[in-house]
């Protein structure tokens, strides 16, 4: 079991900076991949960023070059720095965690994220 917490959302007007956090506690240690997911009304949900399995960092289209995922060494910890936003980045932002065995899912509850003048 994985408990997962997000935080640092909020309002911001276009161009600017939010940085949000995750933070994971409980069966951590089979963390397999961690990553964030975001939803906006109207939309469906989507990949915004992920560690895979492999360790290496994938992106969403929309995102890439903009956003920067990061993690503590024990990987409790996420981090996605988000620069250069825009109007479309508004969306509730959920972390996301998939372990090792039995490949189950644990979602946070969401952070809101609002880009707006």
């Known amino acids: 079991q994985v408990q997962v917490v997000e935080s640092g959302g909020g309002l911001v007007q276009p161009g600017g900076s939010l940085r949000l956090s995750c933070a994971a506690s409980?069966?951590?240690?089979?963390?397999?991949?961690m990553g964030w997911y975001r939803q906006a009304p109207g939309k469906q949900r989507e990949l915004v960023a992920t560690f895979t399995s492999s360790g290496m960092k994938e992106y969403g289209d929309s995102v890439k070059g903009r956003f920067t995922l990061s993690k503590d060494d024990d990987k409790n910890t996420m981090h996605l720095q988000m620069t250069s936003l825009k109007p479309e980045d508004t969306a509730v932002y959920y972390c996301?965690?998939?372990?090792?065995?039995?490949?189950?899912?644990?979602w946070g509850q969401g952070t809101q994220v609002t880009v707006s003048s």
């Open positions: 996301h965690v998939a372990l090792r065995w039995g490949m189950a899912n644990y």
């Open positions: 409980g069966n951590i240690y089979n963390i397999d991949v």
